[in-house]
Nanobody, 118 residues
Framework: QVQLGESGGGLVQAGGSLRLSCAAS????????MGWFRQAPGKDREFVAR????????YYADFVKGRFTISRDIAKNTMYLQMNSLKPEDTAVYYC???????????WGQGAQVTVSS
């Protein structure tokens, strides 16, 4: 089992920045891919970004390219999402996830609320 815990959410004005953290514990593996997803009220959960743990290869959804940066700290077993130039439409609960492939994420965090005011 892998446990994931997000932190760093909050309220920010449009144009501002926030950094989310996702700490992993338990039976983690360098083979995993970790990712960020988000779900806004009344909408489906959507993919935001992912990072391959063993080599740091990243991939982003088009709507965050150039604004968000995903990274990891191997020593701390922690993944980050640096969010800049935030927009009100970025308001959502952000979840971190981990899995053995880019298509299937077996483990999920509890979510962190991000609210961007206009």
């Amino acid at each position: 089992q892998v446990q994931l815990g997000e932190s760093g959410g909050g309220l920010v004005q449009a144009g501002g920045s926030l950094r989310l953290s996702c700490a992993a514990s338990g039976r983690t593996s360098s083979r995993y891919t970790m990712g960020w997803f988000r779900q806004a009220p009344g909408k489906d959960r959507e993919f935001v970004a992912r990072i391959r743990w063993r080599d740091g290869l990243t991939y982003y959804a088009d709507f965050v390219k150039g604004r968000f940066t995903i990274s990891r700290d191997i020593a701390k077993n922690t993944m980050y999402l640096q969010m800049n130039s935030l927009k009100p439409e970025d308001t959502a609960v952000y979840y971190c996830a981990a899995g053995a492939s880019t298509q299937v994420y077996e483990y999920w965090g509890q979510g962190a609320q991000v609210t961007v005011s206009s």
